[in-house]
């Protein structure tokens, strides 16, 4: 039985939520041994979601808080409040996702870094790793984190899709990265190169489920249990034994949640 650690997925959306009970099940079966579930907040009234989640599963499911690029323009000093305040929980292991996306827009480029700037400051308050989303937004994700002085936390660069000199860029500021569905398909030439070259000790999977499902379930409604597959591709792609692998990974997210067993 591998040993996997899906670091990042949305257990609170709805396409998962509703049958989560079989979600869990189906992942446990096939070798899940623990799940992060990000909490994307709106509002102060929503900062909870992922929280809930894991109180629920305790050992089991882990979570985070932080307000979600796209949302940024929801972002006020309450909510940035409300955020500190659930960072604190045990159960609380990286604040975010938090970041930049300049593919979408959905926010001003202002809105977002201001809101990626205040949840570094909440991150170094709370001495908890940050996961960062970014798109199309390499340099300035780099110049903000470098800014704000996040190698004093750290963290993870999720659902990785730059290259391996971000990569390498990311982890001299303490970023490790997570790789999802994208490393499977094979078009994907810079993100598999960088899968490849990723150090053993900073390298982590993850769905994001329920989007971006990867091979051979591409097209359908992604869950936990698939991070299998992107384990046993990225372990072919290095030329290393999928258990082993998946162990390498799994402990590498204890390290930087700081989740001790
Ligand atoms: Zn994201
Ligand atoms: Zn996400």
Excluded at 30 to 39: D, E, H, K, P
Aim: proline share 5%; net charge negative.
């Amino acid at each position: 039985m591998p040993m996997l650690f899906d670091t990042h997925c949305h257990l609170d959306d709805p396409r998962l939520y509703e049958e989560l009970d079989d979600v869990l099940t189906r992942a446990k079966e096939a070798g899940v041994r623990r799940i992060t579930t990000i909490g994307c907040a709106h509002d102060v009234g929503s900062v909870t979601s992922a929280l809930k989640l894991a109180r629920q599963h305790p050992g089991w499911v882990t979570a985070t808080v932080g307000v979600h690029p796209h949302d940024a323009k929801h972002f006020t000093p309450e909510l940035g409040d409300a955020i500190r305040e659930v960072g604190k929980d045990a159960s609380v292991v990286a604040i975010g996702e938090t970041g930049l996306d300049f593919h979408y827009d959905h926010s001003s480029h202002s809105a977002q870094e201001a809101a990626f700037r205040a949840q570094i400051t909440v991150a170094k308050e709370l001495n908890k790793p940050l996961v960062i989303h970014t798109r199309s937004a390499p340099a300035d994700t780099l110049r903000i984190l470098r800014e704000e002085s996040a190698n004093d936390i750290g963290g993870i660069i999720h659902c990785f899709s730059e290259d391996h000199a971000f990569a390498a860029a990311a982890l001299d500021l303490g970023f490790v990265s997570s790789f999802s569905g994208i490393v499977t398909f094979k078009k994907a030439v810079e993100v598999r190169d960088a899968a490849r070259r990723q150090p053993a000790d900073s390298l982590l999977i993850e769905t994001d489920a329920p989007y971006l499902a990867p091979v051979p379930k591409r097209g359908k409604r992604n869950e936990p249990a698939y991070v299998a597959h992107t384990a046993a591709c990225i372990a072919e792609l290095r030329g290393e034994d999928p258990d082993a692998l998946a162990e390498q990974t799994y402990q590498n997210a204890l390290r930087v949640f700081g989740i001790a067993e």
